[in-house]
DNA sequence: TCAACATATGTTTATTTGTTCATATTATAA
DNA sequence: TTATAATATGAACAAATAAACATATGTTGA
């Protein structure tokens, strides 16, 4: 019976994907590093770093942002790795984490950009 | 004076930080774009596809979801074109819309399973 | 120690968003 | 055409979240 047979190498295949699956708790996880680059604040945040290290004030400056805003947006960003940071004086410098943060920008602008 | 040629290249380096920022549309497109990632069910859904296209039905019983919550994802997925569909029968496949997807999926992961 | 400046954090509010339930659409087979 | 199966869509509700405002913490120099 052909129609018996497709079915179940259809359930074969369907158990693949499922072995295939990552872990819940990894797939959340990276749920949850996209959903930080998923708010355009943020991302301006990122963009502006592409070129050097800024601080609190001057990122809110440049970008037209309240001083709150921006620091709670850095708290997230620092939380989920995306940038670091160092102190000097009374200034706190944030930067990009590593490139692959950028690479990461790039991928989805490529996308964006068809 | 020292202090003030700095702050003048700390002012030009503002200004180039700025000239370089891609357009705020765009900035708000990626953002788009992420904030589709930036769920566990879609993420789910998506991850399901890198082996094989799958109906709408499949997909909810793999992965335990609603008919209706599957099918709501899934319009959100075709709407920011990361996958693509072809109707059999009464059945839609559905399958990821290019290679990119996965890319970005596996940059994000790379960074999650540091 | 005190004033000022830079940054961080707590709270509230308005908005966004994922899910559920009910119902509509589309396609097949009898 | 009618019943049934597969998928899509609309509406309502609860949870998550970004921004604004107020206030706290930390750092420097007088």
Redesign the pocket.
């Given at each position: 019976m052909e129609e018996k047979e497709y079915l179940e190498d259809h359930e074969e295949l369907l158990k693949t994907v499922l072995d295939r699956q990552p872990a819940d708790e990894v797939l959340y996880d990276l749920a949850e590093l996209f959903?930080v680059f998923g708010?355009s604040?943020r991302i301006k945040i990122l963009y502006a770093m592409f070129e050097t290290e800024l601080?609190?004030?001057d990122i809110a400056r440049l970008l037209n942002l309240?001083?709150?805003?921006v620091?709670?947006?850095?708290?997230?960003l620092k939380t989920s790795k995306l940038v670091k940071?160092r102190?000097e004086?009374?200034?706190?410098f944030y930067s990009l984490d590593d490139e692959h943060i950028k690479l990461i920008l790039s991928m989805g602008m490529e996308h964006v950009e068809e």
């Open positions: 959903k708010d604040t601080c609190v004030n309240s001083q709150s805003s620091s709670h947006q850095l708290r997230i940071f102190r004086g009374k200034s706190v």
